[in-house]
């Protein structure tokens, strides 16, 4: 059966360090990958997907970047956080289109 | 931008009342619209894809219905329970544009049932 992976579950870092979330998936080949980020008091917004190993797209200007450097790997990043970057970052997959989230990574950037 | 509303943004609910709330969204370029139930700290969990206008749904207490041609889906939770409180989410899949194979999420319902 297919799972997914995201860690860690929560994370608490200073203003100006980096960052790097991982997600894995199992029992799946290919699928689409996508990170979404909850922020306080709004909805979920897509950050970025991938089709493909070291395909990504971004859907909106941040401060975060991502990477698939294996075909069941994402990984999203930032060199120096802000207190902006703070939320719910949730991972997910697809094959079509039934979407399957991990559980999820609460960031505080204090 | 896809623009996908949810209402009321929170619901507060006697055990036992039965409730609704309303997902809206473009009425072009329809391919699916899902409701998630997620509670905090877990994973969102599917509890329905709908695809064809009028589909009526329904698992256990809680029912969807769908009209893709005026663009909204109304969730229904009869005889709510404890339970049942979490934040309830739609989304919708685009067929087509910039947003192909992308959900976009409304900003959810919280629903609090209270014993």
Known sequence: SQTIHQWPATLVQPVGSPLSLECTVEGTSNPNLYWYRQAAGRGLQLLFYSVGIGQISSEVPQNLSASRPQDRQFILSSKKLLLSDSGFYLCAWSLAYGYTFGSGTRLTVV | ?115
């Open chain 2, 1 to 115: 931008i896809l623009n996908v509303e949810q209402s009321p943004q929170s619901l507060h609910v006697q055990e036992g009342d039965s409730t609704n709330f309303t997902c809206s969204f473009p009425s072009s370029n329809f391919y699916a619209l899902h409701w998630y139930r997620w509670e905090t700290a877990k994973s969102p969990e599917a509890l329905f894809v709908m695809t064809l206008n009028g589909d009526e749904k329904k698992k256990g207490r809680i029912s969807a219905t769908l009209n893709t041609k005026e663009g909204y889906s109304y969730l229904y939770i009869k005889g709510s329970q404890p339970e049942d409180s979490a934040t309830y989410l739609c989304a919708f899949y685009n067929a087509g544009g910039t947003s192909y194979g992308k959900l976009t999420f409304g900003q959810g319902t919280i629903l609090t049932v209270h014993p």
